[in-house]
């Protein structure tokens, strides 16, 4: 059964559409026969897509640190759940867990961990697909700044294609299924270094 890991917030966020496309998602997965692997919380958008899988009848594995469980907002209802002794510990065992991964809507952490799975793909340590679920253009600012980037001469266009855009949950479910492309080298101009 393949694993999708899903990175998205802990909170609902401002506009319902969020929530709708998570729930969206997680049925989608679930009728699709792919298990979920996020970060183990019972709230926000994290919450909604879990819940959604389950309900489903689809399988959830949730990754969360020890500190957050102590705060009560693990969710306690999954297929399994993973308690990590720290968030890099977390990190890691969800990228481990993944064959591909999700970006939903979400803040610092969402960011963080979108940005280091892309950059990991970028160095070769994974070839997994990566898709941002841009719900009402969210993701727009950081596609404009990848773009930035590229014309900077900071990200090789190839590695800014490593993050594959979805608007709706069949595109997004669609480029799940795409190989990425081969990895290139990191560096631009390392030559003139």
Do not use: N
């Not at 890099?88 to 979108?114: C, I, S, Y």
Request: proline share 6%; with cysteine; net charge negative.
């Amino acid at each position: 059964m393949p694993t999708v890991c899903v990175f998205c917030g802990s909170s609902p966020g401002d506009d319902p559409a969020y929530r709708e496309v998570a729930v969206a998602l997680g049925t989608a997965l679930a009728a699709a026969g792919h298990r979920l692997v996020y970060g183990g919380g019972r709230v926000g958008l994290m919450g909604a897509v879990a819940d959604a899988v389950m309900h489903a009848g689809g399988a959830a594995v949730g990754v969360i640190p020890q500190s957050l469980l102590a705060r009560e907002v693990g969710h306690h209802g999954l297929t399994e759940l993973h308690v990590t002794g720290s968030m890099h510990e977390r990190k890691a065992l969800m990228a481990d867990l993944a064959d591909a991964f999700v970006a939903l809507p979400g803040g610092l952490g969402t960011w963080e961990e979108l940005l280091e799975i892309l950059t990991w793909a970028q160095l070769g340590e994974h070839a997994k697909p990566v898709v941002v679920l841009d719900v009402g253009g969210f993701y727009d600012p950081l596609f404009a700044l990848l773009d930035r980037a590229v014309a900077a001469r900071f990200v090789r266009a190839e590695h800014r294609a490593l993050a594959r855009r979805a608007t709706s949950v069949e595109a997004c479910l669609a480029l799940l299924q795409e190989t990425p492309p081969p990895p290139q080298p990191k560096w631009i101009d390392r030559e003139q270094t």
